[in-house]
């Protein structure tokens, strides 16, 4: 990976940020934890050797750091214990420790609290040499989980361990137990898990057909409001037939609107009759065969065409007729009738002309804007050479741009359905549109957003697998850490398969049954390139 300086830098001052709080401490301090010695003895500067435990159990994880044992001699075995469910030290509450030799009666040990968060220095004295059964019993609101360890050799003397080898540490990044815990990091087992590849498309969010409705006004007027009732404002839910606001026209535009439908049907009729004698002349020259049937169904679908415009024209000219018929009956009242705005559809107004009350409306603009996002659809372009990779099943979710790594399941649990796959090639795009039908009562969709659609291809197979989570990008290459050691780690360059939701292939790079970072991947990575991490000790 090249890094410049100012990245370097960067990275520098973040890590220190997230990873340098928790501080280090020198190796004379961390000898006091293990009792390990730093002085000078005869003139000679001996360390203790130590060993580290690392073990896993249902609930919690456990790393000890110990100095070699001598029978008899009380040794300082520092251990740290994480809550695996939520991450975190176990802050209060004894523990206790199980020693057996065999089958001897077990030795045991309470330790009554942590002498701070997540650390227990138990000093445990183990009377015989040999290979020795440790367990640590953690009580918990579920009862008591134990964790066994793996065996512990006892020597029989100093000199036993000193001429005993040092166990070796595992190699890799070091990341303290509670750096550890500052950043919630967090483990899972690599396994194999079935996976179906799933093609990755930019959508957009769309409002269904007649869901998205534009309230207008017929006639040109001053804007009233029901008796009793405020203005409608954005925000507000309104239900189909409901009577959002009022329109007093006046006699002048209600007469010119009249002259237009009646125009209007004036030209619809002739046009209606143009068409039915056309159609009558086809007709008769069809049956002596000097017609073609496809002239005929021409000249049908005409007149059929200039029937239905000539419908319209006559109910706009009856409606406007009657609407002039009321204002001149009442132009001398009080009170003039009234146009009532009504919401076509239900849903929530998301727009308004902002016009005020008694402000005179014209018929060119929206008073209100209503729009029902209880459903909406997800709309896609599939690239035509991908389009036979798809499943029978069509199977889909999406992820949210702000929620990377939250999948959300369109179809299979009753959420939303497939409405369409297109069966003609955009000539342009060399694309075809895929349509999804999705519920949205949560209003976690909103019309016009980009979201990311993934649509299940035929392709399945078992293979190991990880989450998505655990994969960072340095240098443009994907990598992920490993946890080798209570407080080690390595990085692994990956090659990646197929992608399932939050489940990515791996071809190389990790071993089944290892422990990969899932949470604080990055944290580990800041630790690998910064100098502001201690090598070695703790601020116990």
């Given at each position: 990976?090249?890094i410049?300086w100012i990245?370097?830098?960067?990275s520098?001052?973040?890590?220190?940020a997230?990873?340098?709080?928790?501080?280090?401490?020198?190796?004379?301090?961390?000898a006091?934890?293990?009792?390990?010695?730093?002085?000078?003895?005869?003139?000679?500067?001996?360390?203790?050797?130590?060993?580290?435990?690392?073990?896993?159990?249902e609930?919690?994880e456990?790393?000890?750091?110990?100095?070699?044992?001598?029978?008899?001699?009380p040794a300082?075995?520092?251990?740290h214990?994480?809550?695996?469910?939520?991450?975190?030290?176990?802050r209060?509450?004894?523990?206790?420790f199980?020693?057996?030799l065999?089958?001897?009666a077990?030795?045991?040990?309470?330790e009554?609290?942590?002498?701070?968060?997540?650390?227990?220095?138990?000093?445990?004295t183990?009377?015989?040499?040999?290979?020795?059964?440790?367990?640590?019993?953690?009580?918990?609101?579920?009862?008591?989980?134990?964790?066994?360890?793996p065996?512990?050799?006892?020597?029989?003397?100093?000199?036993?361990?000193?001429?005993?080898e040092?166990?070796e540490?595992?190699?890799?990044?070091r990341?303290?137990?509670?750096?550890?815990?500052?950043?919630?990091?967090?483990?899972?087992?690599?396994?194999?898990?079935k996976?179906?590849e799933?093609?990755?498309?930019?959508?957009?969010?769309?409002?269904?057909?007649g869901?998205l409705?534009?309230?207008?006004?017929?006639?040109?007027?001053?804007?009233?409001?029901?008796?009793g009732?405020p203005?409608?404002?954005?925000?507000?839910?309104?239900?189909a037939?409901?009577?959002?606001?009022?329109?007093?026209?006046s006699?002048?535009?209600?007469?010119a609107?009249?002259?237009?439908?009646?125009?209007?049907?004036?030209?619809?009729r002739?046009?209606?009759?143009?068409?039915?004698?056309?159609?009558?002349?086809?007709?008769?020259?069809?049956k002596?065969?000097a017609?073609?049937?496809?002239?005929?169904?021409?000249?049908?679908?005409?007149?059929?065409?200039a029937?239905?415009?000539?419908?319209?024209?006559?109910?706009l000219?009856?409606?406007?007729?009657?609407?002039?018929?009321?204002?001149?009956?009442?132009?001398?009242?009080?009170?003039?009738?009234?146009?009532?705005?009504r919401?076509?559809?239900?849903?929530t107004?998301?727009?308004?002309?902002?016009?005020?009350?008694?402000e005179?409306?014209?018929?060119?603009?929206a008073?209100?804007?209503?729009?029902?996002?209880?459903?909406?659809?997800?709309?896609?372009?599939?690239?035509?050479?991908?389009?036979?990779?798809?499943?029978a099943?069509?199977?889909?979710?999406?992820?949210?741009?702000?929620?990377?790594?939250q999948?959300?399941?369109?179809?299979g649990?009753?959420?939303?359905?497939?409405?369409?796959?297109?069966?003609?090639?955009d000539?342009a795009?060399?694309?075809v549109?895929?349509?999804?039908?999705?519920?949205?009562?949560?209003?976690?969709l909103?019309?016009?957003?980009?979201?990311i659609?993934y649509?299940?291809t035929d392709?399945?197979?078992?293979?190991?697998?990880?989450?998505n989570?655990a994969?960072?990008e340095?240098?443009?290459?994907?990598?992920?850490?490993?946890?080798?050691?209570?407080?080690?780690?390595?990085?692994?360059?990956l090659t990646?398969?197929?992608?399932?939701?939050?489940?990515?292939?791996?071809?190389?790079?990790?071993?089944?049954?290892?422990?990969?970072?899932?949470?604080?991947a990055?944290?580990?990575?800041?630790?690998?390139v910064?100098?502001?991490?201690?090598?070695?000790?703790?601020?116990?």
């Amino acid at each position: 990976m090249k890094i410049n300086w100012i990245q370097q830098c960067a990275s520098l001052v973040v890590a220190g940020a997230i990873l340098g709080a928790v501080g280090g401490c020198s190796r004379h301090e961390h000898a006091a934890e293990t009792g390990e010695h730093t002085g000078h003895d005869h003139g000679e500067n001996r360390e203790a050797k130590t060993a580290q435990i690392t073990v896993f159990g249902e609930s919690h994880e456990i790393f000890v750091e110990h100095p070699l044992v001598v029978a008899g001699t009380p040794a300082r075995f520092v251990t740290h214990v994480t809550d695996l469910k939520t991450l975190e030290p176990r802050r209060e509450g004894a523990v206790r420790f199980q020693l057996r030799l065999g089958q001897e009666a077990h030795i045991e040990l309470v330790e009554k609290t942590p002498t701070r968060a997540g650390i227990y220095e138990a000093m445990l004295t183990f009377p015989k040499p040999g290979d020795w059964n440790v367990a640590l019993v953690v009580p918990g609101d579920k009862g008591e989980k134990t964790i066994g360890f793996p065996p512990v050799k006892v020597f029989a003397d100093a000199q036993a361990v000193e001429h005993a080898e040092t166990p070796e540490p595992p190699e890799g990044i070091r990341f303290l137990k509670e750096q550890q815990w500052r950043v919630r990091a967090g483990t899972e087992i690599v396994g194999s898990r079935k996976l179906v590849e799933q093609l990755r498309l930019p959508a957009n969010v769309a409002a269904r057909p007649g869901a998205l409705a534009q309230v207008t006004t017929p006639l040109a007027g001053r804007l009233l409001l029901p008796p009793g009732k405020p203005m409608p404002l954005i925000g507000d839910e309104v239900e189909a037939g409901q009577v959002l606001a009022l329109i007093q026209p006046s006699l002048s535009e209600a007469g010119a609107r009249l002259v237009e439908a009646e125009g209007e049907m004036v030209r619809a009729r002739l046009a209606l009759e143009q068409a039915d004698a056309a159609f009558k002349r086809i007709q008769t020259l069809a049956k002596v065969e000097a017609k073609s049937v496809r002239e005929l169904e021409e000249v049908e679908f005409a007149l059929k065409t200039a029937q239905a415009r000539y419908d319209v024209a006559l109910a706009l000219q009856s409606t406007y007729r009657q609407v002039s018929t009321n204002l001149s009956a009442h132009s001398g009242a009080m009170a003039q009738p009234v146009v009532e705005l009504r919401s076509p559809i239900t849903g929530t107004i998301t727009a308004q002309s902002g016009a005020a009350v008694g402000e005179y409306i014209t018929t060119d603009k929206a008073v209100f804007t209503v729009l029902d996002a209880a459903t909406v659809f997800i709309e896609a372009r599939v690239p035509e050479i991908s389009v036979g990779r798809l499943a029978a099943t069509k199977g889909a979710s999406y992820e949210l741009p702000d929620r990377t790594g939250q999948f959300t399941a369109i179809t299979g649990d009753g959420l939303g359905r497939l409405v369409f796959l297109g069966i003609q090639v955009d000539p342009a795009t060399r694309t075809v549109p895929l349509v999804y039908e999705v519920r949205n009562t949560s209003q976690r969709l909103r019309v016009g957003q980009s979201v990311i659609l993934y649509v299940e291809t035929d392709r399945a197979e078992s293979a190991l697998a990880i989450p998505n989570e655990a994969i960072v990008e340095e240098g443009g290459r994907p990598i992920a850490f490993v946890q080798v050691g209570g407080e080690t780690f390595q990085k692994r360059d990956l090659t990646l398969g197929i992608r399932d939701g939050n489940w990515v292939q791996i071809l190389s790079g990790i071993r089944e049954g290892e422990r990969v970072v899932t949470q604080g991947a990055y944290a580990v990575r800041l630790a690998s390139v910064s100098s502001a991490i201690p090598s070695h000790g703790h601020a116990h």
